[in-house]
């Protein structure tokens, strides 16, 4: 049975390897909008160590109450900029960054309205890159069993997958290998290689 997860912005690894162990997965379309999760913020290995970086969204009453499609980007913030120089300084060292960067960054230029316009762009340019043709399904009522990897909340998706393994990191002669980012992380340094990472040995 396909699983239903929460919608995420620069997803985490955790979440790519799930996409490829299926064909299709459904994604939490009419789930009402939940605060300080990966839905608008996202972790990144930078020069000083692990950052997580977000961006706003509008805020009015009842905006809790709200479906998760009807949750609008605030850009009254020059916050684009601010992420795109932040990404830069990271991956501006590793291998795949330059090949990667423009693309993507104009998903961020074009100011997609809603969160789900953002992170759905964000979500299919990954996985164009990964060269994973899962499909893509938004539920249409609010699926209560669905698969929430949570950054407050430790989890053992890759190690049950049997995929907890290094890959090169840019700063790991600082920190050694950090677990736990955004799947842009093993894009930038991996490059095509990166598919290698979220699938499981062939038996």
Not at 31 to 46: A, D, G, H, P, V
């Amino acid at each position: 049975m396909a699983p239903v997860l929460t919608i995420a912005y620069f997803p985490p690894i955790e979440y790519f390897a799930l996409l490829a162990k299926y064909s299709s997965v459904y994604v939490e379309a009419c789930e009402n909008y939940q605060k300080q999760s990966w839905r608008n913020r996202c972790r990144i290995l930078t020069a000083g160590g692990p950052q997580d970086i977000n961006f706003p969204v509008k805020h009015r009453d009842g905006t809790f109450n709200l479906p998760i499609r009807g949750i609008e980007v605030d850009y009254s913030t020059p916050w684009v900029l601010k992420t795109q120089r932040c990404i830069d300084a990271a991956y501006r060292s590793s291998a795949w960054f330059e090949y990667y960067r423009d693309p993507l960054f104009a998903i961020l230029d074009a100011h997609p309205r809603t969160l789900w316009e953002l992170d759905m762009g964000i979500l299919r340019f990954l996985m164009e890159k990964f060269g994973l043709k899962t499909e893509i399904l938004p539920t249409e009522g609010y699926a209560a069993a669905h698969v929430d990897i949570h950054p407050k909340r430790p989890n053992a998706i890759l190690r049950e997958l049997g995929l907890e393994r290094p890959y090169y990191q840019v700063f790991s002669d600082r920190f050694g290998f950090v677990p736990g980012l955004s799947a842009m992380d093993l894009l930038f340094n991996e490059g095509p290689g990166a598919l290698g990472f979220i699938l499981p040995d062939p038996a």
